[in-house]
Structures are given as C-alpha cells and as structure tokens.
C-alpha cells in the first residue's frame, strides 16, 4: 500500500523531507532502506513495516560497517565508528520498491514464495508436489491444471537457500518492470529465467472467468 500512495504522490511531495531511515538507519546486504514517516515511532521489535527504498549504489555500504540518516531532503552514509559522511543520494536516485520478499530455491532451482520480508511465519506458497508438475510441464508434460503465474528459476548451486526478490515495478529510468534477486549475504543472482509453463494460451485451453480458478502467481510483476 505504502508503493502505491508513494507512486501515487511522488510528483506532489518528497518523502524524504518527511521521513527517517528505519533500524537505526541500517543499509540492508541487497542495497535498500526502510523509512518510516517522522510522524510514526519506531518498535525496533517491529521488523516487517516501513517503505523500502532502494539503489544499487547502495551495495557497498549493506555490509554493517556503515549507516544512513536522511538530512535535508537527502540520504546521507556514514562509516562505522568515525561517523565520516561518505556518500550521499537524492531523492530522484531512490527506487521506491513494490514488494521485498523472501523466497526457498526449490527444486530445479524455482523460486518458492515464503513471504515478506520480516515476516516471522514462513511457510512455502507452492510445495514440492505443485513444483514437480511446473518442472514436468516445462519439458512438454501437458499438467493437470493451469494458470498464468509466472515461475521464476535459478542455478541449482542455490537449491535449500533462502533468497531475496526485489520487485521494482516499472521504473521511471526504463519504464520496463524491474526485477533483482539477491542472496542474504548481497551477492546478486543475474542468472535466472521466467517462465509460464502453466499458461492456457500454452496448453490450448480456454482461460476460465475471473475468479473461478487459483491464482498462484508469485510477484505479479511481469
């Protein structure tokens, strides 16, 4: 909701004027932030709420020997311990991110849903069974069933780990949908496919009214 009253109002206000940066300004490992409004107090026992933001020329500060306050409109980095500024971003160099979520690499290298991050509940979306049909499809196997989720894969190196997907939406820079894959430690997945093995059109089946069938699609983004 937050990416959406922020894409909404972005031409109208700056965020940055009217916010700080969560966790006592840490820059996560995949190049985000969280803000809150200046409005709101932090629970630092609360890790799940807050605007992600994110830049890749944040990568190499996520790594905890640096923190980030927001002064005048502006992100500002300093190092750990001297408290030395940096580097800084304007506001404009800030991605506002439409969905930080946590994903298991499955079988085959698929990307299973667990959740947002911070979530403290974790369960997988899809399962090993359901991912066993979307493989076999993928190799001609006509499935029992159907739908036009998108299934994202990577290396079977990272099969067992927990990842993160970072959804961009849209880009202003581009304007083409954005997506990135990092592992926790801040090393990016560049290698990985998406696909609709599933898909009616794919299968000649005709696509049932809104509605009457599960939608298992996991980002949405594509």
Known sequence: MLYYLFKQNHLKMKILNSSYVRQKGKIFPWGAFRTFHNSVDEDLRDTYAGLWLYNKKLLPYGKGNHYAKILNGE?????????????????????????????????????????????????????????KMIHK???????????????????????????????????????????????FDGEQVTNFTISRPLAFKKWGVEEPSHGSFRNYDLYLTF
């Open 75 to 131: 992100l500002v980095i300093f190092s750990k311990p001297s408290g030395h500024k940096v580097a800084f971003l304007q506001e404009e160099d800030l991605h506002p991110v439409r969905s930080l979520d946590v994903v298991l690499v499955s079988l085959y290298g698929y990307l299973d849903y667990l959740g947002d991050y911070g979530m403290r509940s974790r369960t997988p979306l899809l399962g090993k069974r359901r991912i």
């Open 137 to 183: 499809a993928e190799q001609g196997i006509r499935p029992p069933s159907f739908d036009n989720s998108e299934y994202v894969k990577v290396p079977e190196k990272y099969i067992g780990q927990k990842l993160i997907t970072i959804d961009l939406g849209v880009t202003e820079k581009t304007q083409k949908k954005t997506f990135k894959i990092f592992t």
